[in-house]
Structures are given as C-alpha cells and as structure tokens.
C-alpha cells in the first residue's frame, strides 16, 4: 500500500471515529429540560473539539513515522510520465496518441535474453497466486507450501482459463480455478484431475530463482538454459541493508534505450544538471528560479572481461552545487554495474550518509513498453529519510529520462563525435544479448487504451 493511501484511511479512520463520538453524545435523549439544551450541546461540541484534536494528532503521528521510519513506494503508470498534454486531453489519451503516431525506427530484436525482475519477494506470500505479464507472455507466480516461488505459463492446457486468475495454491500445486485441474511448481505436470484418472497434461516452467529478495524468471528465445546467475548482494543477506522502498515506472520505449543511457556520458551534463527541485518536465528543468541548486557529474562506462562478458560497470562521481559553490562533503560516489540486459546494481559509498544499493531492474511487457523498478536497500541503522530521499532524487532525475525515451525515435545508425564513442561500445556490448531467433516488432498496433 503507498504511503498516500495509507494516510487517506488513517484520516477517513479517524472521521469516521469523531462522528460515531458525536452521535453517542447527541443520539441518548437528556431530559425534558429546555434550559439544558444550550450547555448539553455546548460540551458535545468541546467533547467533539477534543476528539478532532486527538484524531489531527494520531494522523500527524502516523504521517511522521511514515515519513522517518517506513519505506517508500511510489508507483506510476505509464500516462503519468513523459507525456505533455495539449488541447484538453486526458493523461491516457495523449499517451495512447503519442505511442500511436510515433515513428518506431529500425529496432533491435525486442526481448534480448536474461534475467527479469516480477516481482519482489515481500508481494508474493505463501499461498498467493500473481498475474504477471512478461516478453508478451502471460505467467503465473505463487508461492507454495515449501515457501519457493514457482512460474509457470499461466493458461492451463485444458481449456485455456488463467491459472492465475482464481486459482489457488493446493500444496506446491496450482490448481485451475475452471475445472480443478493441478499442476506441480516445479516441473509443470499435472498433479490431479478430480475428474479423471489420466494426468498426462503438462504446463510449462520458466526458469526462475529468489536473490536480494527479488523474483527473477529466465528467458530465451531457444528455450536455453540460464547462462549466468544474478550476483547476491550479501549485506541484504545478512539483514545488515533492509528494504527502504522502490519506484516503479512503464517506459513506451525499446528496453536497449535504457541502460544505454549508461554510455550516453554527454547526456547527463545536459538532461541532469538541473537541481532536482526544478522538477521533471524537461520545458521548466532550467527555469532560472531555480539555477540556485545544481548537479555536477563525472562518469565512465566500460564492459567487463571475461567470464563476466555479461556485465559492464559505470563509475559515476556526483556533486552539489549550492549558489555556484562546491559542496565536496556531499560528493557521492556511485559504481552501478550492469548484469545481463535487465538488472543494474547502483551501489552508494558516503562516509555519513551511509552504503545502500538501489536495485534498477527492466522488465519487457510487451516489444515497446518496459516495466522499470527501483528498489532501494539500506544500512538498518541510518534513518529511512536518507535513503528515501536518494530513492526520490533517484525517481526525479530518472523521470526526465522518461520524457525523452517516450518521444523518442531509435536510430540504429546514429550521427554520432568522437565524444559519443562509448554508445557505440555499448550498443555492441549489448548485441550479445540477442540471438538469431530473438523475436522483431513485426506490427505497430493501431490502438491503445490504458
């Protein structure tokens, strides 16, 4: 739940407390006495004032400790980014306008092969079924009674019903909600049919596995083996970083714009050099109000070698910059590596503000929409408000992002200086990551409705 809503049911909770209070006090009847009715309501009131006051109180208190002590999350669709709204239309209208009239370009094959973030563990208890939707493909995810999280593909072989949608988890099994058909997590096969004594019916399993308290499912487009694992981050492990929230956004891009934006060094002295108090819409980023505050960056991009031909790292130093002046006791240090195609680790280093790990996974719905999340993980013992303000500032520069790769073209043959020469590197670093097989966008749809 987002901290906004939980605040609206504490104040809805706490109104709905005062009127019960008053109506216990006006509701009992007090004697005929006419000359009685002006102090009777006289203390109703006072006794309501103080209700209100207790009620304004605990709300107060429950924002603080949302605010100092729990994890933030903050959750965005794909229309509230990125788009700029004209003529009175709606947010989902321009959005589907905008995806819609957009020139694609001549992309890359659209699912490159690798890991995928679906989910984190904490949204995924034991016995809870989940539809999800990944690389085009309708999966189901639950947790059974071992505590593993199980993927499967979500229609069942019978006579198509979602196993996600109503079934339920019957051991380490899930059950069809249609005909009660079951179905094993670990190697599809169907368990039981209440019906019938044949079980010969099979669904299939994609590779999955559960680090850093993530649920991460293969894919590969000739149905191969993982070829790499996603590194654990030992500190979350051990409990020594804990979960101080996550950001989700859905970008109308192809998913190699992402993490190319690793090489594309230029760009941040450009795009993010403005104070993150100017805001995200790139028309207002450099409005003089707000020229006080500014970023200053210094970064470099390179691949690994092997056997982690599948990794690259950018080392990034950032400072603030208040009224022109340098600021170096706030210089953070970052080195964010990259695994595979869809999961980045941004690893911070301060000597007060702490070490933590932002965990930036993209995850492709379908061939020009991304699912990207930000999950932050932190030392326990610094307070949640500075890796919640890393995350926000993280959120905001990454918004800006947004409103180019939703408006954007792909060039596969970009004009490109000498000073650009790493995203040509990168763009071949990431080749790799596609087979002769891996599917092409083979049509643009006509209509898109949110």
């Known amino acids: 739940m987002s901290q906004n809503h939980y605040v609206k049911r504490v104040a809805a909770s706490a109104s709905l407390v005062v009127c019960a209070l008053l109506f216990m006090q006006t509701g009992q009847p007090q004697g005929p006495q006419v000359g009685t009715d002006y102090s009777t309501w006289r203390d109703v009131m006072i006794q309501g004032a103080d209700v209100c006051i207790i009620a304004c109180v605990s709300l107060l208190l429950v924002s603080t400790y949302k605010l100092f002590f729990s994890p933030m999350e903050l959750l965005k669709t ?20 905008v995806r819609r009239r957009r020139t694609t370009g001549d992309l890359p094959p659209v699912y490159p092969n690798g890991w995928y973030r679906v989910l984190d563990s904490h949204m995924l208890e034991g016995g809870e079924v989940r539809d999800v939707t990944m690389v085009g493909v309708k999966l189901v995810v639950f947790r059974g009674e071992d505590e593993k999280a199980y993927v499967l593909d979500a229609y069942c072989p019978h006579l198509g019903a979602n196993l996600a949608v109503g079934g339920r988890v019957v051991g380490n099994c899930i059950e069809c909600p249609f005909h009660g058909w079951q179905f094993r997590g670990n190697d599809g096969k169907c368990e039981r049919i209440p019906y019938a004594e ?17 649920i991460l499912v293969w894919f590969h487009c000739d149905g191969e083996d993982p070829q ?9 492990t051990r409990g020594e970083w804990v979960y101080r929230g996550r950001t989700e956004h859905f970008v109308s891009a192809h998913i190699e714009e992402i993490p190319e934006n690793a090489a594309d060094l230029s760009h941040l002295t450009h795009l993010h050099t403005p104070g993150i108090v100017s805001g995200v819409d790139l028309r207002y980023t450099n409005n003089t109000t707000w020229q006080f505050v500014r970023h200053g960056w210094k970064a470099q991009w390179a691949p690994e070698s092997f056997p982690n031909n599948h990794c690259s790292q950018m080392l990034v130093k950032h400072s603030l910059y208040l009224f022109g002046r340098h600021w170096p006791v706030l210089d953070l240090h970052i080195v964010a590596r990259q695994v595979g195609p869809g999961v980045v ?27 990207v999340s930000h999950t932050i993980f932190y030392q326990s013992n610094i307070p949640a408000l500075v890796p919640k303000f890393l995350l926000k500032g993280e959120s905001i520069q990454f918004e800006r992002d947004v409103m180019i790769w939703n408006n954007k073209k792909y060039i596969s043959k970009p004009l490109l200086v000498k000073e650009d020469s790493a995203i040509q590197k990168h763009r071949r670093w990431y080749s790799q990551f596609y087979s002769e097989n891996s599917p092409r966008l083979q049509y643009q749809r006509n209509t898109l409705d949110f």
């Open 228 to 236: 790499w694992i996603v590194p654990e981050q030992d500190e979350i």
């Open 345 to 371: 680790f941004l690893k911070f280093d301060h000597s007060f503000l702490g070490r933590g790990v932002i965990m930036q996974c993209v995850t492709p719905v379908e061939p020009l929409l991304q699912c």
């Open 198 to 214: 044949k079980d010969f019916a099979k669904v299939d399993v994609w590779p999955s596995c559960e680090v850093n308290s993530q």
């Open 78 to 97: 794909l229309e509230d980014v990125g788009y700029i709204r004209e003529d009175g239309r709606s947010k989902a209208r321009t959005a589907n306008d």
